[in-house]
């Protein structure tokens, strides 16, 4: 089930759609593989970019290195078709805040005329309205959650957030949190079920989360 934001423009069939799938990906889980899915599945988009932020300002603990973040999200997302790993985030000064992100993709010649779906997991709508700047992220990209518990979620929200974003309803998506991941290693375990054997591997070998 998908729900379109009620201001979305008239699709011009040049233009491509790009999702924008955002985050620390500290480590990337599986969950962060259905954000991708949704876009290209439900949403139809001709491109996903993956971009690892240089700071989230909603994350409380120290986020690990940039370029082991974006060499997770290679191993875990580089053999998805259609799917591009961007390192632009560190062009961007600290913390990078969400508007800033999608901001930073217009003007951009590989990119060029395109729509933007800025993609997030349902968990996000419950400090979206702290989010720095919305309106102006509003103004360039649509915004979709996705989730299991989406529809409730998006319910209470301000009516002039949800007439500005939409979502999309998928009930197999699993509830998977990177905290997960990390106390995990911390205590010498090392689960598939959350994120992939190449990820974990790569944990191992660099002593991540230690």
């Not at 973040?69 to 259609?82: A, S, T």
């Not at 400090?127 to 989730?147: H, S, T």
């Not at 518990?149 to 939409?166: A, C, F, K, S, T």
């Not at 090392?190 to 790569?202: A, F, M, P, R």
Request: hydrophobic residues 35%; proline residues 6%.
């Amino acid at each position: 089930m998908i729900r379109h934001p009620n201001c979305s423009p008239d699709a011009n069939p040049n233009w491509k759609h790009i999702a924008i799938i955002g985050g620390t990906f500290d480590p990337p889980h599986w969950g962060h593989t259905t954000l991708i899915k949704a876009a290209q599945e439900s949403l139809k988009c001709d491109l996903s970019v993956v971009r690892p932020c240089n700071g989230n300002p909603f994350k409380s603990h120290t986020q690990g290195d940039f370029a082991h973040r974006v060499n997770m999200c290679g191993l875990l997302f580089g053999d998805m078709p259609g799917v591009e790993i961007s390192t632009f985030e560190l062009q961007l000064a600290y913390p990078t805040y969400s508007y800033i992100t999608v901001k930073s993709m217009f003007n951009r010649e590989e990119y060029g005329n395109a729509y933007y779906h800025f993609m997030v997991g349902e968990d996000c709508l419950e400090n979206i309205e702290r989010w720095k700047n919305l309106e102006e992220l509003f103004a360039y990209a649509d915004i979709y959650a996705v989730g299991p518990n989406v529809i409730p979620l998006y319910e209470q929200l301000p009516g002039w957030i949800r007439r500005n974003m939409g979502y999309v309803y998928m009930d197999s998506v699993m509830d998977i949190h990177s905290t997960q991941i990390r106390n995990q290693v911390a205590h010498d375990e090392y689960d598939e079920q959350y994120t992939s054997k190449d990820v974990l591997q790569y944990i191992r070998e660099h002593n991540l989360y230690r």
